[in-house]
């Protein structure tokens, strides 16, 4: 059985709030070029988390990813990024 890979997007408007609680100025601009960019660096993040997750669970004989999983994982992933 093959599987279809969903595309998953962050929004624009998540994204540029996101970028706007933690920039600190209220002045500060950011283009839509550098919302697109941090969007799809978010959607890598994420797709690289949830494969090492599995692969963690898979390692560990479990048949489903648990937060633990996910913790197991983190340092590693941050430090990659």
């Known amino acids: ?4 890979e969903e595309t998953v997007e962050f929004r624009k ?5 996101l970028l706007h609680m933690h920039l600190g100025e209220d002045r500060t601009k ?3 070029d550098a919302i697109l960019l941090v969007a799809e660096l978010l959607k ?5 988390a949830a494969g090492r ?3 963690q669970a ?3 004989d479990v048949p489903v990813v648990h937060i633990e999983h996910v913790e ?3 340092p590693q992933l941050l430090l990659d990024f």
């Open 30 to 32: 950011v283009s839509a």
């Open 58 to 60: 898979q390692s560990e």
């Open 72 to 74: 197991k994982i983190l």
């Open 53 to 55: 997750a599995a692969r």
């Open 1 to 4: 059985m093959e599987r279809e």
């Open 13 to 17: 408007g998540i994204v540029s709030k």
């Open 44 to 48: 890598v993040f994420v797709h690289e």
